[in-house]
């Protein structure tokens, strides 16, 4: 558990190849079903719609998140917080900066996928103005859960926050 913890030693950047290893660490602890390591490579090298992003803390990876971009829609794919981070606003950070990152890409709508069990995550997505719009029935294949499908409109106005 982080006791001593230091906002200015945060830094929010690009994923790279060479944080895949601390991604998994914290999408292991994360995730009933985890990704692969090749399945975060494949995203970086081979997917030019992904764009990832990861919280920095002090030169450990704390947080990442992860987008496609597509026409004008921005599908959210994967967004964790390393548990020892929890509940400090960072989840909420990641979410917003791929909403500014979608927005100055032209994107006019976000969408994405959570197991109807994950209350936390609705209650942050909710927040953020996304909204239930349908199920995919069994979307999971580890237990067979329930997805809701959420969508979000995109202010229109640009927002150059995070580099795309
Ligand atoms: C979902 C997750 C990313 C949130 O990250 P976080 O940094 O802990 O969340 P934040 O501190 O930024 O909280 C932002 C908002 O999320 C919601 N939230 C966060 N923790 C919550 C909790 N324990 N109970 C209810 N709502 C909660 C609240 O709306 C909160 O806003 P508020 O502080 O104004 O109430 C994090 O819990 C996580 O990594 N979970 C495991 C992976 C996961 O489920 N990912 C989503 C897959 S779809």
Not at 16 to 24: F, R, Y
Not at 26 to 49: D, G, H, I
Not at 137 to 163: C, S
Request: hydrophobic share 40%.
């Amino acid at each position: 558990m982080e006791t001593d913890w230091n906002p200015e030693k945060l830094e929010l950047r690009r994923m790279t190849l060479a944080d895949v290893d601390a991604v998994m660490q914290v999408e292991r602890r994360s995730f009933s079903a985890p990704w692969s390591r090749q399945a975060f490579v494949t995203e970086l090298v081979e997917n030019q719609f992904a764009r990832y992003l990861v919280f920095d803390y002090d030169g450990r990876i704390i947080g990442y998140a992860g987008v496609w971009l597509i026409l004008d829609e921005g599908h959210i794919t994967n967004i964790a917080i390393d548990p020892d981070f929890r509940g400090k606003n960072l989840g909420e950070i990641l979410m917003r900066s791929l909403m500014s990152l979608c927005m100055s890409q032209g994107a006019r709508k976000m969408t994405l996928e959570v197991r109807v069990s994950n209350l936390v995550a609705q209650t942050l997505y909710k927040k953020l103005g996304f909204e239930t719009v349908g199920v995919r029935k069994g979307y999971y294949t580890d237990n067979q859960e329930d997805a809701y499908i959420m969508w979000a409109d995109l202010p229109l106005e640009e927002n150059k926050a995070v580099d795309a």
